[in-house]
């Protein structure tokens, strides 16, 4: 018979691996604690944007018509121990308030919520991104609390999927890591993986620290490789070279690769910026925080590149105030294909030169109603080209494909000033410049 599997917490990774492990074709309850998510993802609706999804989530949902309903939701977590063979923990980590450590208090409470009702073996397994030794704890208290005892066991099963991506991340992730203390442990998890190991995803076994730390360290380097260009890029402008051609160029080298050298304004979302403080911040209480103290310098490269965005703005204003001038942003989400704009830096870009004041217009197209929820004194339009309307300069903060097909002519005629810079490195200066704009971006010569 086919295990049975749960989704603790549904959040971005938990509704994408619970609508996943149904296309799987695995029997899923997935539950959260908010019940107006519940009550969402029960009428097969995604609380946020990504590709996709909504569609995987229709096909599954129980009482949708013409689903298979192998997928449903509940509140109740005795509803949960009843029913799961494995019980994968999808809660968040959020970076504590005022602090760099992660916040482990919805991993807690989600592992001391379910313990009580796992009467009988089990396997719980951690998805979230968790300061390393985290498994080690929570395995000590499951068997300490269960009344499974040992036989509720752990695993941890790091999850790599990108916003904008997660649903063919999960369905056909690159590889898969498992930390796991016993062959069990390991059989069933190959048993959840059998359809993509059977595909060719490598399936990585390892011990609990390991898998922890595969997560922190692969997110650590991707900050790297993104501040390391734009660290490139700075030096580029100082020198008068061009750091897209310098990426193209050094990308060849497959021991560099090409991804992740986009320069410009740097990364942002609720993974990278966090994950490395408080892989920081963990580092620090293990004693080796010497060891990542470059780590530091990648989140003030990244950090600085926001504020050289609003004085690249401000010198191609002329210098001086912001105060009367009218700056259109194009961009609010943390990255294109996402409504996300946690710490993004199109959203921070925007935030400074408004509080600075400017009068700022943005638009977006799928991040507008979480900018306005988290920066309401914003001016935002519904279309590019009425942010565009009457404005000075032109900032282009999130690489949509919509803004790569603009057309510049179009724009010049309704801007007060045709002057754009862009803060990702996305658009095409030639074409631009044709259309008699003024362009600028990062770390490339001027004309
Ligand atoms: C990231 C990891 O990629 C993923 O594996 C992990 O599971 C979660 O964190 P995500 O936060 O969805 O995923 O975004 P990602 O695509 O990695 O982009 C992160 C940020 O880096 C974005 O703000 C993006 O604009 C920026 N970025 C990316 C650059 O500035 N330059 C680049 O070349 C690439």
Known sequence: MSLKITVIGTGYLGATHAAAMAELGFEVLGLDVVPEKIAMLQRGEVPMYEPGLEDLLRKHVAGIEGSTGRLRFTMDFAEVGAFGDVHFVCVNTPQRHGEYAADMSYVDSAIASLAPHLPGPTLVVGKSTVPVGSADRLATYLAEH????????????????????????????????????????????????????????????????????????????????????????????????????????????????????????????????????????????????????????????????????????????????????????????FKPDSDDVRDSPALNVAGQIHLQGGQVTVYDPKGMGNARQVFPTLGYADSAVEAVRGADVVLHLTEWQEFRELDPAALGEVAATRLILDGRNALDPEVWRKAGWSFRAMGRPTA
């Open 146 to 333: 269960a009344p499974a005892g040992a036989d509720a066991e752990l695993a941890w099963n790091p999850e790599f999927l990108r916003e904008g991506f997660a649903v063919g991340d999960t369905l056909h992730p690159d590889r898969i890591v498992v930390g796991v203390r016993s062959e069990r442990a390991e059989k069933l998890l190959r048993e959840v993986y059998a359809t993509p190991v059977g595909e060719g995803t490598p399936f990585v076994v390892t011990d609990f620290p390991t898998a922890e730390l595969v997560k922190t360290s692969a997110n650590s380097f991707l900050a790297t490789k993104i501040s390391f260009i734009n660290a490139m890029a700075e030096v580029c402008e100082a020198a008068g070279g061009d750091v897209v051609k310098l990426a193209e160029a050094i990308g060849y080298d497959d021991r560099i690769g090409r991804k992740f050298l986009r320069a410009g304004i740097g990364f942002g979302g609720g993974c990278l910026p966090k994950d490395i403080r408080a892989f920081l911040a963990r580092a620090g209480e293990l004693g080796a925080d010497q060891a990542l103290s470059f780590l530091r310098e990648i989140d003030s490269i990244n950090m600085r590149q926001r504020g050289q965005m609003v004085e690249l703005a401000r010198e191609a204003l002329g210098g001086g105030s912001f105060l009367g001038k009218r700056v259109a942003v194009l961009g609010a989400s």
